[in-house]
């Protein structure tokens, strides 16, 4: 029986091994033979810095992860780990028992490289409670630790602290969304509590935005919160929205909705919207100049008795629960980079009949804002809505 040495030895014969400074050469030239550079160590390890370009396959990995990084098997491979000894056995499994044909690994490993000068990407890394609190983000290919910190780095704003804004603004501090903005100046009231679930029965009387911070915080101490205890208006909305990544409307009227678009259009700032009403939610994206904005959308206001700010009406106390954990949803794909955003359509949903519906949402080319250059739209054209008492008025 071969001792583990005696086995290195025997392998290193079979395989062919390169210097890091062959590597190095290889990877600067622009023609066909750029290998594969393959990083065969353990994920903490990768972590800590490896070779830039180089993809990732764990030694224990390589058999069944080793043909999604390199399908093609006449392609020349070189592997590495951090002395080029694991290198060495994975080198041997690749071409003996997985039939690649130009497979090396190299000497000396990442140790050699770097004492041979070439350089290393270090890339920021989730702290230890972070990798275990978001490890089922990690663990998913379409987020991974590059989508964690993504999330880690975003500003989010919510307009409202109330049924949409509770459990979006709950899930989105429990996924790590580094910054939450709240918009609210209401204060809690007994009858919110039967859908605004960030609330609690003894903060009633609290303001939303400092009895929503408490909820966060326990939940995530690491998201940083901002509050703004006020009514959004012309006046605020652009120094408010400033620097925040997404926007989450959870507004309960029209022209705040309006001059919400208006306002985000000109930043190009995407909005996650939703809107609720008895047993019916909609949801949609408003990413402006890649698909519609909400004017596109509704050119003039939908009909005075939907809209829920213009009296107390009914809600199933559930519905802001689905539709704001949907929004919650759209946040994090659009931050992450993951799927298919819901630009460009309207989703519907009917609680009753446990149905959706999706519509297609097309821009309007004669769109009186988004079809304009951004830099155009002045101050006093935001937001313009008709009287809003009269609108009112309408709903009877
Ligand atoms: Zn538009």
Redesign the pocket.
């Known amino acids: 029986m071969a001792t583990g040495a005696e086995l290195l030895r025997n392998i290193k014969e079979q395989i062919k091994e390169v210097d890091p400074r062959e590597v190095h050469d290889q990877l600067q030239s622009g023609n066909g033979t750029r290998p594969v550079l393959v990083d065969v160590r353990e994920q903490h390890e990768f972590e800590d810095g490896h070779i830039p370009g180089a993809v990732h396959v764990p030694r224990g990995h390589l058999e069944t992860r080793i043909e999604g990084a390199v399908s093609d098997r006449g392609k020349p491979v070189v592997l590495y780990c951090t002395s080029g000894n694991r290198s060495a056995f994975a080198a041997d499994t690749l071409q003996r028992a997985l039939g690649y044909e130009d497979v090396a690994s190299m000497t000396g490993g990442i140790t050699l490289w770097k004492d041979r000068g070439f350089e290393v990407d270090v890339p920021r890394a989730l702290s230890a409670e972070q990798r275990s609190r978001y490890s089922r983000h990690v663990l998913l290919p379409e987020i991974g630790i590059a989508g964690q910190l993504k999330l880690l780095d975003a500003k989010v704003l919510l307009l409202g602290a109330g049924g949409l804004g509770s459990p979006t603004a709950l899930y989105l501090a429990a996924a790590g969304v580094g910054k939450l903005g709240l918009v609210d100046d209401d204060v809690v009231d007994v009858s919110n509590l039967q859908r605004q679930v960030i609330h609690t029965t003894d903060r009633v009387g609290v303001a939303k935005v400092d009895s929503a911070e408490e909820s966060i915080k326990a939940l995530n101490p690491d998201v940083e919160v901002e509050k703004f205890n006020l009514r959004l208006d012309a006046s605020n909305i652009m120094d408010i929205i400033d620097g925040y990544d997404v926007i989450v409307d959870g507004v309960d009227n029209f022209p705040t909705r309006y001059l919400l678009n208006d306002a985000t ?1 000109r930043t190009k700032t995407p909005v996650v919207s939703a809107s609720i009403l008895g047993f019916d939610g909609q949801l949609s994206v408003f990413a402006p100049h890649d698909g ?2 909400y ?2 959308l509704y050119p003039t206001p939908p009909p005075a008795e939907l809209a829920p700010s213009c009296g107390a009406n009914g809600v199933l106390g559930v519905l802001p629960g689905t539709m704001g954990l949907l929004q919650a949803t759209e946040v994090i794909k659009l931050i992450a980079g993951a799927g298919e955003p819901l630009i460009g359509r309207l989703l519907l949903y009917d609680a009753l009949a446990a149905t959706t519906t999706e519509l297609k949402v097309r ?2 080319p004669e ?1 009186p ?3 304009r250059d951004p830099d155009s739209i002045s101050e006093e054209e935001m937001g313009v809505f008709p009287d809003y008492e009269a609108f009112c008025a309408g709903a009877g």
Request: charge should be positive; glycine fraction near 0%; include cysteine.
């Open positions: 259009v519609p904005c004017r596109c821009r309007d769109c804002i988004c079809s």
